[in-house]
């Protein structure tokens, strides 16, 4: 049996904002096996996000343990962090942050420049074949205010996945988009996971998208309320 890629024990984090704290997550344990798509959802304040931030080393616990692919995040310095969020983890966002001057292929090469990659032709040839697989190989040169909000996703989608990461981390990825188009862009997470065997962990306030995943697990107050496996998982 494969090792969790994703094992958090008694996860807390708190904020302290002068004479008031924020229980954000409160003792938090879960195990996310390679090749799940698991689908975090609850309330607004219900800690989902924050333990997305955690997942994805935007932010440092208060207590407890994260490991990552078999690594604890809490010790490594900021240099390493770095490395994991460029490498092993893959970021998907509700606003697509793509930046507005940069063409889709740009904007794709991006993390392939952080993570070292010298030689602009290998840079290009990746960001291009990572575009057309996800359905935009003709809109290469194309700006974000030239594209529609599905395509802006799938640029984001395919920066996210340019540098092959073991862990696909998508905030809300459906958030700006209409219904259709919503359904379009859960197709491409559930092939991602079905025919790559990418592990997928995705926010959403949203039960008919959570019911994409293969997993849904429900916050409330800063604690797992319930963590259920989908006998059958919603398709597009």
């Given at each position: 049996m494969n090792a969790a890629l994703i094992s958090v024990r008694a996860l807390t984090k708190t904020y302290d904002l002068g004479e008031t704290q924020v229980h954000a997550l409160r003792s938090v344990s879960l195990e996310v096996m390679p090749a799940e798509f698991v689908t975090l959802t609850g309330p607004s304040g219900s800690g989902k996000s924050t333990f997305m931030h955690?997942?994805?080393?935007?932010?440092?616990?208060?207590s407890g343990e994260y490991l990552l692919d078999g690594n604890n995040v809490a010790v490594m310095d900021k240099r390493s962090l770095a490395r994991v969020r460029n490498t092993t983890i893959g970021f998907v966002f509700q606003g697509f942050n793509l930046l507005a001057r940069t063409?889709?292929?740009?904007?794709?090469?991006?993390?392939?420049m952080y993570a070292g990659v010298k030689s602009?032709?290998?840079?290009?040839?990746?960001?291009?074949?990572t575009l057309t697989a996800i359905g935009?190989?003709?809109?290469l040169g194309h700006y974000p205010n030239q594209l529609s909000g599905g395509q802006q996703q799938r640029v984001a989608i395919a920066r996210a996945l340019?540098?092959?990461?073991?862990?696909?981390?998508?905030?809300?990825p459906t958030g700006n988009?209409?219904?259709?188009?919503?359904?379009?862009?859960?197709?491409?997470f559930?092939?991602?996971?079905?025919e790559q065997g990418l592990t997928v962990v995705l926010v959403t306030h949203e039960m008919d998208i959570a019911e994409y995943g293969t997993r849904i697990v429900s916050f409330r107050d800063g604690?797992?309320?319930?963590?259920?496996?989908?006998?059958?998982?919603?398709?597009?």
């Open positions: 955690l997942l994805g080393c935007l932010d440092r616990p208060t063409s889709a292929l740009e904007n794709v090469e991006l993390p392939l602009a032709r290998e840079r290009r040839a990746r960001a291009a074949a935009l190989g003709g809109r340019v540098n092959n990461p073991k862990l696909l981390l998508a905030d809300e988009l209409d219904t259709q188009t919503s359904i379009e862009v859960m197709e491409i559930q092939r991602l996971n079905r604690r797992v309320r319930t963590d259920q496996a989908m006998l059958e998982r919603r398709t597009a």
